[in-house]
């Protein structure tokens, strides 16, 4: 599976930005989920969705950030409201390992990897 990221840039502290993510291959029945890296930190998991729309998100973005899918054109969102400076990192699409299952958390159930785009949230 390739998967394209777009949609990073630079914005303002409370600002909004929209995360696309295209996968070439499978993707229908397999959960998706976005990631980020902060320079410095480990890769740590933002939201998930599965095949049918259940969503998973951290409690860092919950409220703020919402995924969603279409599964017509194998594409995972990540919508992005009340940006903050802590928000700032390169962010991964992801599509999991094995189908029909729930969207983990844990990076190791993700076998396919876009190469990321950068969010900045400017203070």
């Known amino acids: 599976v390739q998967l394209v990221e777009s949609g990073g840039g630079l914005v303002q502290d409370g600002g909004s930005l929209r995360l696309s993510c295209a996968a070439s291959?499978?993707?229908?029945?397999?959960?998706m989920a976005w990631f980020r890296q902060a320079p410095g930190k480990a890769r740590e998991f933002v939201a998930g969705?599965?095949?049918?729309?259940?969503?998973t998100d951290d409690d860092a973005v919950k409220g703020r950030f919402t995924i969603s899918r279409d599964n017509t054109k194998n594409t995972v969102d990540l919508q992005m409201n009340r940006l903050k400076p802590e928000d700032t990192a390169v962010y991964y699409c992801?599509?999991?390992?094995?189908?029909?299952?729930?969207?983990?958390?844990?990076?190791?159930?993700?076998?396919?990897w876009g190469q990321g785009t950068q969010v900045t949230v400017s203070s």
């Open positions: 291959g499978r993707a229908g029945v397999y959960p």
């Open positions: 969705i599965d095949w049918r729309g259940a969503i």
């Open positions: 992801a599509v999991g390992s094995l189908e029909w299952t729930g969207p983990s958390s844990h990076s190791e159930d993700y076998d396919s």
